[in-house]
Structure formats: C-alpha cells, structure tokens
C-alpha cells in the first residue's frame, strides 16, 4: 500500500487498512477502516 505505514485489518470486512493522520492519537483504538464498517458491527 503506502510507504512504511502500519497496517491493520479491519474487524468487519477483513481488509487491510493503513494508518492515516486523523488516526495519530489513537491508532491503538483503531479497529474498522471506515465509517460504514464501524456503523455495520
């Protein structure tokens, strides 16, 4: 994907999703890769 990012795999859809800026305070909290993944748990 993107240069030398950390990666994670989103809990509802299975794919891979990068780090993005917005993220920067709580990468750790982070399980879905999108809005529409988080509201369809």
């Known amino acids: 994907m993107s240069k030398n990012l950390p990666e994670k795999i989103c809990v ?3 794919k891979p999703f990068s780090w ?4 920067k ?3 750790s909290d982070v399980k879905y890769c ?3 993944c988080r509201d369809n748990k």
């Not at 993005?20 to 993220?23: A, F, I, M, S, V």
């Open 12 to 14: 509802r859809c299975k």
């Open 20 to 23: 993005r800026k917005k993220w």
């Open 25 to 27: 305070l709580n990468w």
């Open 34 to 36: 999108s809005k529409r």
